[in-house]
């Protein structure tokens, strides 16, 4: 039988700013710790300290521009692209734009405040 998610909960992000996390499957919402799914709302200048996950996370942006900084580079991820961050590896995501933007996040294994690993 489907599991029915009637609607996401709100959870608490990390940033210069306040900026809505809406998580649809994951460990608050659902239980689930294999995945979680989740979408953002950040304002423009949002930006959060670095992080190196212990998981993958695979981001699509609906709209506006998300930055994604890593070790060697900078993306700016546009709506309607995607972009895919290994574990392990360095990041940094802000939105600069004034417009801010919404994207979609999935992690695999799901999301948790103790294995994000953010900067001091």
């Given at each position: 039988m489907p599991n029915f998610?009637?609607?996401?909960?709100v959870v608490e992000a990390a940033g210069n700013i306040p900026k809505t996390i809406r998580e649809y499957v994951g460990r608050v919402n659902t239980g689930d710790?294999?995945?979680?799914?989740?979408?953002?709302t950040s304002p423009g200048g949002w930006e959060e300290p670095g992080q190196?996950?212990?998981?993958d996370e695979y981001t699509v942006v609906l709209r506006g521009v998300l930055t994604v900084e890593f070790e060697g580079g900078v993306h700016e991820v546009a709506a309607g692209q995607g972009i895919h961050t290994a574990a392990g590896e360095w990041v940094r995501y802000s939105t600069k734009g004034a417009?801010?933007?919404d994207y979609v996040a999935v992690c695999l294994p799901g999301f948790a405040p103790d294995t994000v690993h953010r900067d001091e």
């Amino acid at each position: 039988m489907p599991n029915f998610i009637e609607k996401p909960t709100v959870v608490e992000a990390a940033g210069n700013i306040p900026k809505t996390i809406r998580e649809y499957v994951g460990r608050v919402n659902t239980g689930d710790e294999a995945l979680s799914i989740a979408h953002m709302t950040s304002p423009g200048g949002w930006e959060e300290p670095g992080q190196r996950p212990e998981f993958d996370e695979y981001t699509v942006v609906l709209r506006g521009v998300l930055t994604v900084e890593f070790e060697g580079g900078v993306h700016e991820v546009a709506a309607g692209q995607g972009i895919h961050t290994a574990a392990g590896e360095w990041v940094r995501y802000s939105t600069k734009g004034a417009e801010g933007a919404d994207y979609v996040a999935v992690c695999l294994p799901g999301f948790a405040p103790d294995t994000v690993h953010r900067d001091e």
